[in-house]
């Protein structure tokens, strides 16, 4: 924008276990300004539906934000945060079933027998009480961060509803996983009139070589031939679903959860459009440039990812150029609509130091800072 002030959108997920989405935008914006102190910035919070959502959401005008009582994906207590929005309740599914919930092996992944017990029933039950209490005209579950792989089969049972395995018994999701016991038949809960909405990180199906079992189940403690049991489990779970709800896209969004919200005749949207059109849906017209960006860019980051969603309507809205910062990236990884992407980090370092929110913050100020510099010369040129 020659002649004019400069105009720059940051618009950052969180980098999971060390900076918020505000806070890592505040950085970019930090560097930004650095580089250019007349620079017209503008920095809003936005998440995908996974952990950081209700963050997001917290800043829309009107919203309130108020804590409940819930158990967590092995059934321990927990308190859960939710945020109100006119008459619609929205929960995390992070904050209740997150994966850094799970216990760790001394390597750091989840223990091996995470896939039979973790489920999601402490959501349902959260999100029945929060029905019943409120009365809402949309119940709104982002659906993305979780450490389970259940199909949304103790979310149904959490919900009032009934599962059943092929004797007609009923399933009871405190004794394990029901889609490695056998849930192939289920009675859906009564609902009332309340409207049901899935906010997706992921486009994924429920099953096949893209769905939750074989894409996200081994992050989670399965191991291959877990995977498998998952794989045939959620096969024949979805078929009592409905059979077209396990290619509908967003159905393996949280281990499956998103083909159970579907079950119940709710809508699957792209977390970050919907977060996005809650808070600031013009947010990036007449931008000169876009910041976005996230923890880890790799082959997920353009299945419906904070960095995605933002490149696709920052292009929509005219933006001339979007960049995405991340902690690390995959070797060749891309997404559509971006036009760089960049590590925060200058050589390799440790994951304890990578991980420390200053040195993110540093980095994500530093990294802002060059970019800015380098495409203001350009400008400039």
Known sequence: MSGAQWRVVVAMDSFKGSLGSADAGAAVARGVIKADPHAWV????TADGGEGTLDALATVHGARRARAMATDLLGRPITADYVMVNDSVIIESASILGLPLLPQTPQGRPE???PQLATSFGLGLMARALIDRHRPRSLVIGLGGTGCSDGGTGLIVGLGGTVLDADGASLDPREGNPVLRGACAVQLP????????GLTDV???LTGPTGAAHVFAAQKGADQVTVGELEEGLRRWGQALGAGLTVQPG???AGGIGAALAALGGELKSGVEWVLDAGTPLAFEHADMVFTGEGRIDSQSSMGKVPDGVAQRARRQGARTVVALAGSVEPGASVPGIDSVFPIHASPVMLA???NPAATAQGLENTARQV???ARGIAKS
């Open 251 to 253: 159905a393996g969004a």
């Open 190 to 197: 009564d609902l009332g009139d309340v409207e049901v909405i």
């Open 353 to 355: 130091e990578a991980m």
């Open 112 to 114: 091996p027998d995470a």
């Open 372 to 374: 800015t510099a380098l």
């Open 42 to 45: 503008t920095v809003i919070a």
């Open 203 to 205: 486009t994924a199906p």
